[in-house]
């Protein structure tokens, strides 16, 4: 019986996986039967990674002055034009 990997134990793991993601995103679309076998594939391939990501690669919250800068760069916005936008009061502590 041949034995199959349930996780990605290093980084040489990981990068051979994000490479073959890259390799299955084009053959797979909105469009493709969930019994396909590249969309089998890239449904495992990417749940492996994120499981070694949640563990290497954790992402925290962001902060409320993190998802404010965010807004504004979306927004194209500086910091006068979201003071004038919040009634003239300054947000100088970003």
Excluded at 17 to 25: G, P, Q, S, T, Y
Excluded at 26 to 47: A, G, H, K, M, Q
Excluded at 58 to 73: N, Q
Aim: no cysteine; net charge negative.
């Amino acid at each position: 019986m041949e034995y199959i990997k349930t996780t990605i134990e290093n980084e040489v793991q990981y990068d051979w996986a994000m490479k073959r993601i890259d390799e299955l995103l084009p053959l797979v679309n909105d469009e493709t039967s969930d019994d396909d076998p590249n969309s089998i594939e890239l449904y495992l391939l990417s749940r492996l990674v994120q499981e070694y990501e949640d563990v290497h690669y954790p992402i925290g919250e962001p902060s409320l002055i993190d998802v404010l800068k965010l807004r504004m760069y979306e927004m194209g916005l500086s910091q006068a034009a979201l003071a004038k936008k919040n009634r003239g009061q300054s947000v100088t502590y970003l």
